[in-house]
């Protein structure tokens, strides 16, 4: 049995502006620790499978930064979007590439840009799901426990029969939702049978490219004519031509909301997504007054803050719950229940022909 992987790179983290910008995204960054999230990333599932065996779906301003941070992948493993059309269409072409080197493996999706803290936990989970994908032709998703009632993230409703594999817990999916308000969550979390939606998924490339021939038609018409044109000259440009064409849609509600056979294995392995400022409060340390400090920072009477340097000394004194963050040529400064709405500021920067700062 072979495993492939497909670690989804293309998007801009605009929730971590002014840090994560267009030309350096967030998944490229030293978030935590010493090393980029996606150089994190492939060390961990090296952990699982080789190098020539992980492939990045990307766009092509950042296929260079790959090669830089990541010189021992493959050049060929470097899949390019011509343009972003959101996770179905990624899915559905790297799915048709892997189909055509590797037939009949198992697939492992993920996004790039995830803190995972216990790497042993997470591929451990891994084995097992692909145990449970290999099985009859499931779908398989990796749910998080929920510690708190987040209302930044989807979540997974499990029917909370557990069908047990190497001692960890698989339940069948009764339904996936969207994100909800905080009284929801509250439910959610308290239902014990509700676990966040990590993005993750495991299956056949067989199986996924079936449910999307069943439930996305339209895109899989599309991925038939890339597949024709597969080891001819023009095999990149008929590729770029068709993807354009491609469904702007999510693999959840092109597929995992519509499909049979879905699976959910609960997770505790350190897990977050890494959605926004507010995050390093949950994987950095805080110090006595629950700031998060980092870079050259004076403070004073100053509580419950995100603060970050680029050199500049800042200074504070009397403030609470707010995020500053400085780089060469922006500041930030937000309330934290604004951390979600940051795009915002990229919008208006937009409109106002701003780009130099995006």
């Known amino acids: 049995m072979t495993i492939t992987c497909v670690i989804m790179a293309g998007g801009k983290g605009e929730r971590f502006w002014p840090k994560s910008r267009t030309n350096l995204p967030k998944q490229f960054l030293n978030i935590s620790g010493n090393k980029s999230m996606i150089q994190q990333s492939i060390e961990r599932l090296e952990l699982l499978i080789s190098i020539d065996k992980i492939f990045i779906v990307t766009n092509e301003l ?8 990541i010189p021992h992948l493959p050049h060929e493993n470097i899949i390019i979007e011509p343009v972003g059309r959101n996770t179905a269409p990624c899915i559905g072409l790297a799915s048709l590439i892997i189909e055509d080197r590797y037939p009949d493996s198992t697939m492992i999706v993920m996004p790039s840009d995830h803190i995972i803290q216990n790497d042993k936990g ?11 994908a290999n099985d009859n032709g499931n779908l398989v998703t990796l749910g998080i426990e929920p510690t708190y009632p987040e209302t930044g993230y989807g979540y997974i409703e499990s029917t909370g029969m557990d069908n047990p594999l190497n001692g960890v817990s698989v339940f069948k999916v009764n339904k996936f939702v969207e994100k909800p308000n905080l009284e929801t969550a509250q439910v959610y979390l308290e239902a014990g049978n509700f676990y966040w939606n990590s993005g993750i998924f495991v299956w056949k490339t067989t199986v996924i490219r079936k449910y999307i021939k069943e439930l996305m038609p339209e895109m899989h018409d599309i991925l038939e004519t890339m597949k024709y044109a597969f080891g001819k000259t023009n095999q990149n440009d008929i590729i770029a031509m068709e993807f354009v064409k491609m469904p702007d849609q999510s693999i959840d509600y092109g597929i995992m909301e519509k499909a049979d056979d879905i699976f959910v294995i609960p997770c505790l392995f350190g897990w977050d997504d890494v959605g926004s400022w507010t995050a390093l409060e949950r994987i950095d340390d805080l110090d006595e007054d629950g700031n998060v400090i980092k870079g050259n920072i004076l403070n004073i009477d100053t509580k419950r803050c995100i603060i970050e340097s680029n050199g500049k000394l800042i200074a504070t004194l009397g403030i609470e719950d707010l995020i500053i963050v400085d780089t060469e040529d922006v500041t930030l400064i937000c309330t934290k229940d604004k951390a979600q709405e940051v795009k915002l500021l990229l919008k208006e920067l937009r409109m106002q022909k701003l780009e130099q700062y995006l």
């Not at 950042?62 to 941070?69: D, F, N, P, R, V």
Request: no cysteine; charged share 25%; aromatic share 10%.
């Open 62 to 69: 950042y296929a260079e930064l790959l090669k830089a941070q």
């Open 122 to 132: 997470f591929i451990d989970i891994l084995k097992t799901a692909v145990e449970v």
